[in-house]
């Protein structure tokens, strides 16, 4: 069939299976967005920022775990979307990024809003393409979702000249890929499969250790499968926060920097420790030299170059986390392998009652971490997901909330972007209807992208804004008060500027504002009930700080803040550990 | 531990590959030695031959990284003792009338070539492996060196021998 590159494009994404198009026009995208206007069976949202349409559809592939497409003018509109791309290749994210470019023949010219984004996105994109024939058109685009979706996930860039959607070509999707250099492996090996099972049969103290890369493959049921077959105890990352639901009793918290005591000591006293789809980032392994270093270490992930990259590992295994961890389940059930951590766990439910996560919550001080807590609580028989901006906000939210769904936990890891919170739950919104969508935001952060409230409101996609006002870049200032003698450079906001509520107003959102503890729950009903978007502007503590807190580059298990407990050398006195290590 | 690798490396003969590979090595910190790049025998393929000196372990993520680019088909990391490098260089090395037949005697000793003849220049082409052309260079240092051009490195494994498997 004849038909237009710009026209070529739109029928590929349709073919693709592409929902939902997050865009923002410019010159060189005319033809495009011109066929996208008979696009029926694609959602387009208009944004505000280019930025924003990257992290809605890094939100959108988060909640559903499909990509959506992004398509920007060049220049400008290509370079805004870098942060957003950056975010997503650090997380693993599914998407497909399309820019306009200068037409062919000026490509190189310093011509008007020309900027060279396949070489500015080499190092933050799994691959990008400048497609100069229009003919090629469907075939890069197949293979764009193609390599975004599969292996480990990321951002595909795919930048088309002006000239390119103009030009007239035959359509023709193709059947099969030719992708030479791309094989992602699936299954483990075998062998490594059998001694993973056999180390996890015998290890008094096991832990998992699951990390996004369960989210992305799915592998949430068998995960659990593992775990309580073994009556293995689970921690996750931040970005496997929801692969293992927080409320079972084998959960035992988030590790690393800002990771509960009893969570970080279990990783320090493990004999044997279980990594699924993780990449033991420095947040989480603090001083490497000291971390899980009692432990056999079994590591799984569809990314071979992950496996010993900063970790050397006893057991790797390169394979499909889903099908890795069921081949483990059915090994240890040939083996007819029994549970042998109930001693472990009474010690891990000892350290988990002796060392809480804990805050002080002085009378009448509205306190972050306590409205967290409540919306967790009047969140409870509600779908929900939860969406955070980055700083202590994002901090708390890991720590106070208990996600117990996949796909239902939103939240930047790897770049750590302002920002993204907002942008993120317009996606989320879109990729699950039917649930409330929360964003825990600090003051600082959510204007980084606040242009994004007319978004939610003109598409009515009614994300709820929760604001931890602390008038500071806390996180900044936290360190500033921990490490720099408390001389707070260039971290200091305003808790009344802007007035949040007259923000939330003015972009025609329901707006609320709480300084008193007793209001919270109020406030909270009103918003979650609220048919639109809805923004809450809560004047917590200001300089409250989040514990407990590993020092940048010290030992997990040496933690500042909290309830004092020494480290876990001393704990290990104890008769009950006594009694289970002989 | 510190060593010189040879890196052979597979890519789809595309636009933009070359500037994908040598990035990542960029990126990562590591200082390329010499860089040589044609297509192969098919030719939809290029051979991008690589030195490139560094910590082993970090050099083996590089090579891991590598793989993960989509455009390449294939790494091996040439062991010294089962390849056959060459390098091609072009010597412009001074040589007054008096002193020319001196130069002449020592491209023929390495037997390479005089290519070009100037008033007081000769130009050689040499090849031949590394400490060929390092013990080729000393000497010639000694007549003062104009300006030299080098290929870079490119290298193959050797064949198979005789009751050797296919690994
Ligand atoms: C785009 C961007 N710029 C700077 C930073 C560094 N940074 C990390 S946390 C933080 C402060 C965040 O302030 P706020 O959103 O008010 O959150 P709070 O820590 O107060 O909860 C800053 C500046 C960042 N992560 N992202
Ligand atoms: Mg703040």
């Known amino acids: ?582 | 531990m510190q060593h010189k690798h040879t890196l052979s490396v597979l890519v789809e003969n595309k636009p933009g590959v070359l500037s994908r590979v040598t990035s990542l090595f960029a990126r990562r910190g590591f200082n390329i030695d010499s860089l040589a790049v044609g297509v192969t025998e098919d030719p939809t393929l290029s051979r991008i031959t690589i030195v490139v000196g560094g910590e082993d372990t970090s050099l083996e993520q590089v090579a891991k990284q590598l793989h993960k680019l989509i455009n390449v088909i294939k790494i091996q990391d040439l062991d010294p003792h089962e390849m056959v490098d060459r390098e091609l260089v072009l010597f412009k090395v001074n040589a007054p009338p008096d002193r020319r037949h001196e130069v002449i005697e020592i491209a023929n000793v390495f037997r390479t070539k005089v290519v070009d003849v100037g008033k007081n220049t000769l130009t050689i082409e040499a090849t031949g492996a590394g400490e060929k052309l390092a013990a080729m260079e000393d000497l010639l240092r000694a007549y003062g060196i104009k300006e030299v051009a080098r290929t870079g490195r490119i290298a193959l494994s050797r064949g198979l021998r005789e009751g050797q498997a296919q690994g």
């Not at chain 1, 933050?124 to 685009?141: G, R, S």
């Open chain 1, 1 to 582: 069939m004849k038909m237009t590159g710009a026209e070529a494009l739109v029928r590929s994404l349709e073919n693709a299976g592409v929902e939902v198009l997050f865009g923002y026009p410019g010159g060189v995208v005319l033809p495009i967005f011109d066929a996208l206007y008979d696009a029926t069976s694609i959602r387009q949202i208009l944004v505000r920022h280019e930025q924003a349409a990257v992290h809605a559809a890094d939100g959108y592939a988060r909640v559903t775990g499909k990509p959506a497409a992004v398509l920007v003018t060049s220049g400008p509109g290509a370079t805004n979307t870098v942060t957003g791309i950056a975010n997503a290749y650090m997380d693993s994210i599914p998407m497909v990024v399309f820019t306009g470019q200068v037409a062919t023949p000026v490509i190189g010219t310093d011509a008007f809003q020309e900027s060279d984004i396949t070489g500015i996105t080499i190092p933050i994109t799994k691959h990008n393409y400048l497609v100069k024939d229009a003919a090629e058109l469907p075939e890069v685009i197949a293979e764009a979702f193609h390599i975004a979706t599969t292996g480990r996930p990321g951002p595909v860039l795919v930048d088309v000249p002006a000239d390119v959607g103009k030009r007239e070509i035959t359509y023709k999707w193709p059947e099969t890929l030719n992708l030479p250099g791309y094989k992602p492996t699936f299954k483990g090996h075998a062998k490594m499969i059998k001694q993973a099972a056999q180390l996890i049969s015998k290890a008094r103290k096991p832990l998992l250790y699951a990390g996004g890369g369960v989210l992305s493959a799915g592998a949430w049921k068998e995960l659990k499968e593992l775990a309580e077959l073994m009556q293995l105890p689970v921690v996750t990352t931040l970005m496997g926060k929801g692969a293992f639901p927080e409320d079972h009793h084998l959960f035992v918290g988030m590790p690393g920097m800002h990771g509960a005591k009893y969570t970080n000591y279990s990783i320090t006293e493990t004999d044997l420790l279980i990594a699924v789809g993780v990449r033991f980032d420095d947040r989480v392994t603090g001083k490497l030299a000291a971390f899980a270093t009692k432990a056999k270490i079994i590591h799984i992930d569809v990314d071979p170059a992950e496996i010993g990259k900063n970790k050397a590992v006893d057991v790797p295994i390169v394979g499909d986390a889903r099908y890795v961890l069921s081949e483990i389940v059915a090994e240890l059930r040939k083996m007819n392998a029994e549970p042998r951590t109930d001693a472990w766990m009474r010690v891990i439910d000892d350290w988990r009652a002796r060392y809480p996560l804990h805050y002080h919550h002085p009378d009448g001080v509205l306190m972050p971490q306590h409205v967290i807590e409540r919306v967790r609580e009047l969140t409870k028989d509600r779908p929900t997901v939860i969406c955070t901006e980055v700083g202590q906000n994002q901090m708390w939210a890991c720590q106070y909330t208990h996600i117990r769904e996949p796909r239902t936990w939103v939240s930047s890891g790897g770049l750590g972007t302002m920002g993204f919170g907002l942008p993120a739950a317009i996606g989320a919104q879109l990729g699950r209807p039917g649930y409330l969508v929360v964003d825990i935001a600090g003051d600082g952060s959510i204007q980084m992208n606040s242009q994004e409230m007319a978004t939610a409101a003109i598409e009515k996609l009614p994300v709820k804004v929760v604001i931890l006002n602390n008038g500071y870049l806390g996180m900044v200032r936290q360190w500033q008060e921990l490490f720099y003698d408390r001389r707070y450079s260039s971290s200091t906001l305003a808790q009344d500027c802007p007035d949040f509520v007259k923000l939330a107003e003015a972009y025609g959102w329901h707006g609320a504002r709480v300084t008193e503890p007793g209001d919270v729950d109020a406030a909270l009903t009103a918003a979650f009930a609220h048919d639109g978007p809805a923004l809450i502007d809560f004047r917590v503590s200001r300089e409250e700080c989040v514990y407990p807190m590993v020092a940048p580059g010290g030992s997990i298990d040496e933690m500042l803040g909290g309830i004092p407990g020494g480290p876990v050398s001393e704990m290990l006195d104890g008769e009950l550990l006594e009694e289970v290590w002989e």
